[in-house]
C-alpha cells in the first residue's frame, strides 16, 4: 500500500496539479514579499529573502501532505467518490485571502453535502462522510506541526492602542498548501470487482492571530496546540462515530462547531490574560529585535526590559530614538536590561554607520501620548 500511496504523491509532480502548486508558491512569494518590506520599514533589515521563505513554505507543505498521506493509509482512509471530496477541501484555498475567516471545512462538507441532495437527490454517503472528517482530523495534526517547527518568518511586530494604553504585539499570518494522495475505490463492473486509486487532494491552510499576551515563539506553541487538539477531538468522534452510522449525520453540527471554536479558545486566553508588552515610566520593553543585528549578538531580545541606558535610569522613548534609526556615525551603546525570567543582564553593542539598531520598543503610554499631542511624532 505504502509503494502505491509514495507512486500515487510523485504522480502530482507531472500532473495537471503542478500548475497549482506553482500558482501557490507565486502567491506565497507575494505575500513574503510584502512582508519583508514591513520588517525592513519597522526594523532596518529584513532577516529573511523572501525566496527563502517561499521555499520553506513549498518544503513543508510538500512535507505535510506526504504525512497526511501516510496517515489517512495507516488508518485506511478510503472514499468511494472523488468529486464531492475534492470540491470541499478545494474551497480551502480561500484560507490564503483576506475570506481565511470564512473557510470552514466543516462548512464546506455540509454545502456539498445540501448542494448534492438539492441538484441531484443523493446524499453523501455515511462511509464517505466519516472518512471525510478523520481525514480532516489528521490534516489539522499535521498542520499544527508544521506550524509548530515553520518558525521562519510570518510574525509582524504591531503597536496597539486600547483606552490610553500603548500596548504591543505580534500579527502572526502564515499560509501553507499542503498536497496529499488519499485512496478512492474505483469500480470496475460485476466481472472486474473493484480498484483502489490514490488521487490527489489539495487543501490550503493558514493561521492568522494577533498576539498580545503571549511572545512570539510562546503564541506559535499555543496556535500549535489547540490545532493538534481540536484536531485530535475531531478525528476520535469521527472514529467513534464510526461504530453507530446512524449517527454520523451529527459530524454535519459537530465538526464545523469545533472548528469555529478554535479561535475563540485562543481568544478567550488572550482575553483573560494580561498584556504582555506594555511599559511603564521606569522600564521600557522591547517588542522585537532583528536576528544577527548587533543588540541580538548582544544578548537583546524581545521581552527585555531596559531600565538604563548609557547609565542612566528611567529611560525614556525620546532618548531611544535618539539611536534606533540608522546612524551616520559609529556610536556604542550600554543597556542595562531585566529579561522575562527576572535576570539582570548588561548589554553593550556598537552601531555602524548607515545601520539601524534592529530594535523595536513599546513606548511608555504617557510619554508617547503627550508627544503625540504636541506634534513630535
Known amino acids: 500500500m505504502y509503494s502505491e500511496i509514495l507512486q500515487g504523491y510523485s504522480s502530482l509532480l507531472h500532473s495537471p496539479q503542478w500548475i497549482i502548486l506553482i500558482a501557490a508558491a507565486v502567491m506565497f512569494y507575494i505575500k513574503n514579499v510584502q512582508e519583508a518590506s514591513l520588517r525592513k520599514l519597522v526594523l532596518g533589515e529584513s532577516e529573511n529573502h523572501p525566496l527563502v521563505l517561499t521555499f520553506y513554505q513549498v518544503f513543508y507543505g510538500l512535507v505535510g501532505g506526504f504525512a497526511i498521506s501516510l496517515l489517512a493509509g495507516m488508518f485506511q482512509i478510503a472514499f468511494f467518490t472523488y468529486l464531492e471530496v475534492a470540491i470541499i477541501f478545494m474551497l480551502s484555498i480561500f484560507s490564503v485571502t483576506r475570506f481565511s475567516g ?5 462548512f464546506h462538507a455540509l454545502s456539498v453535502f445540501l448542494l448534492m441532495y438539492l441538484l441531484q437527490g443523493r446524499l453523501i ?10 481525514f480532516l482530523g489528521i490534516s489539522m495534526m499535521v498542520q499544527g506541526l508544521i506550524f509548530l517547527v515553520s518558525y521562519e518568518g510570518g510574525a509582524l511586530p504591531v503597536l496597539f492602542s486600547r483606552k490610553e494604553e500603548l500596548r504591543g504585539g505580534f500579527r502572526i499570518e502564515k499560509s501553507f498548501m499542503l498536497p496529499s494522495v488519499a485512496a478512492f475505490v474505483a469500480a470496475g463492473g460485476s466481472i472486474l470487482g473493484s480498484s483502489l486509486l490514490f488521487l490527489p487532494v489539495l487543501q490550503f491552510f493558514s493561521m492568522k492571530e494577533t498576539v498580545m499576551t503571549f511572545g512570539k515563539k510562546e503564541g506559535r506553541f499555543v496556535l500549535s ?7 485530535t477531538m475531531i478525528l476520535l468522534l469521527s472514529y467513534l462515530i464510526s461504530f453507530r452510522m446512524e449517527w454520523t449525520y451529527l459530524l454535519l ?6 472548528l469555529y471554536l478554535e479561535p475563540l479558545v485562543f481568544r478567550y486566553m488572550e482575553k483573560k490574560r494580561a498584556p504582555k508588552f506594555v511599559s511603564s515610566e521606569e522600564e521600557i520593553i522591547v517588542l522585537e529585535v532583528r ?3 548587533a543588540a541580538y549578538l548582544a544578548g537583546l531580545r524581545s521581552g527585555d526590559r531596559i531600565y538604563q541606558v548609557d547609565g542612566k535610569g528611567n529611560p525614556t522613548y525620546k532618548n531611544l530614538l535618539a539611536f534606533m534609526g ?5 556610536r556604542t551603546i550600554s543597556l542595562e536590561v531585566r529579561s522575562q525570567d527576572l535576570v539582570h543582564k548588561s548589554i553593550q553593542f556598537t552601531i555602524l554607520p548607515g545601520t539601524s539598531t534592529g530594535i523595536l520598543v513599546v513606548p511608555p503610554s504617557a510619554e508617547f501620548f503627550q508627544m503625540k499631542k504636541d506634534g513630535k511624532l
Open 102 to 106: 470564512y473557510v470552514n471545512v466543516g
Open 125 to 134: 454517503s455515511s462511509h464517505d462522510l466519516i472518512q471525510i472528517f478523520l
Open 225 to 231: 496546540g489547540l490545532r493538534i487538539l481540536f484536531g
Open 253 to 258: 453540527a459537530l465538526v464545523p462547531a469545533l
Open 291 to 293: 536576528e544577527n543585528s
Open 326 to 330: 540608522t546612524l551616520s556615525y559609529e
